[in-house]
């Protein structure tokens, strides 16, 4: 007998280093996205999000809570909570302000504050926002054609990895449909976009295990071909050059890390800890796969001489350094969804002034000298 409609019986579980409660979240996210609670039905309850989900009670009232607050569900005194936005059809009906986020789902707390900045400005300008996951790079431009003819007015793009949506953005542009991108934006085609100042990123978290002493760290990456880490690894080789220190593309290459299974990233890893270089410094691309390197380190068969510092190029748990980092770089996230929804009324509205984009500054924090910090030790077995 089929699950109940919106409860899966197996639910895939969170990537590394997701919080259950972001995960959880949207997870919800997306069942509401397709459609599998109505506005006039009770929404999922507590205790089912316990049942389905494996999860604490104090995880699901959190996560049910950030739905709330984001105006994406609302409790009704004596009946329950309900759906509030609910993904229009698609053609929108007329007279209706719509704008669609459109995007991987990674389900992660980067994705999940971005969604929350992103939510509560819309509702605040009055337009429904609808959400919209893609699975792979041919089903992000299906979308993105599909939704140029839909009568949504505006729509905030989080382009895939190898992304090849440039055609369905003009198309977009075209039929008159404000466009901003978010997190990373697309070489060939201008459009308004909200960013981090990536290269910023990378240059002061290198900068910063270097003043540490380390002289050769090695990068580890979720992904290959987006702006945004291209940028991170340019900051990343000029605070090398800036130092005199050479650069190693052995150490550095856009190789994704994170699809790889356990025993090829553990052999990435040895490779490196056994070079003549000696491995001192590991910095992740964000905090997934700082999770991944850590618990790979941890499970390797033998063990590898002297120790390893981590640092992560973004930050997801609310603490002023990651406790598996002594350096990272915390995002301005929820604030570039404010301002991504903010910049799409303004097209929504009529604004001809330039198409721009809007670079975000993220804090590098840096654990003291004196503070106690995590490494991964090793021992030759």
């Not at 959400?131 to 505006?154: D, F, N, P």
């Not at 002061?204 to 295990?209: D, G, L």
């Not at 929820?334 to 301002?339: A, I, N, V």
């Amino acid at each position: 007998m089929p699950p109940p409609k919106g409860r899966s019986a197996t639910p895939p579980q969170p990537a590394p280093g997701v919080a259950l409660f972001a995960w959880v979240k949207q997870e919800l996210l997306d069942s509401i996205a397709r459609g599998e609670f109505s506005a006039d039905e009770p929404f999922i309850t507590q205790r089912e999000i316990v049942e389905r989900f494996g999860v604490s009670t104090t995880t699901a009232v959190r996560a049910l809570g950030e739905l709330v607050a984001d105006g994406v569900v609302v409790r009704r005194r004596g009946r329950g909570t309900f759906v509030a936005e609910r993904a229009p059809s698609p053609v929108a009906p007329s007279g209706q302000r719509v704008v669609r986020y459109v995007s991987p789902g990674a389900a992660g707390v980067h994705e999940s504050d971005l969604l929350s900045g992103l939510a509560a400005e819309s509702v605040s300008l009055g337009y429904q926002l609808a959400i919209e996951h893609t699975h792979s790079v041919a089903h992000e431009e299906e979308v993105l054609r599909r939704i140029a003819g839909s009568g949504t007015q505006g729509v905030v793009l989080f382009p895939r990895d190898r992304s090849t949506a440039v055609g369905a953005v003009e198309d977009m542009q075209r039929r008159g449909v404000a466009v901003v991108v978010v997190d990373r934006y697309l070489p060939g085609l201008p459009t308004d976009a909200v960013l981090f100042d990536d290269f910023a990123v990378g240059y002061e978290v290198t900068a910063a295990m270097l003043d540490r002493g380390h002289r050769a760290p090695a990068m580890l990456w979720s992904e290959s071909d987006v702006t945004s880490v291209r940028d991170r690894l340019s900051g990343h080789y000029r605070a090398l050059r800036d130092r005199g220190l050479p650069e190693l593309p052995e150490r550095s290459a856009l190789r994704g890390y994170d699809p790889l299974d356990p025993a090829t990233r553990r052999q990435r890893l040895r490779s490196m800890l056994e070079s003549p270089e000696r491995l001192t410094a590991l910095i992740c691309g964000n905090a997934p796969t700082l999770a991944l390197a850590v618990s790979d380190l941890l499970a390797m068969e033998t063990g590898f001489p002297g120790s390893v510092e981590l640092a992560s190029m973004d930050q997801s748990l609310p603490y002023d350094v990651s406790p598996l980092a002594v350096v990272s770089a915390r995002l301005p996230t929820r604030e570039m969804g404010e301002q991504a929804a903010y910049l799409v009324h303004e097209r929504i509205e009529g604004s001809t002034s330039p198409l721009r984009h809007i670079v975000l500054r993220a804090t590098v924090q840096v654990a003291d000298r004196g503070q106690n910090t995590l490494g991964v030790i090793g021992s030759m077995s």
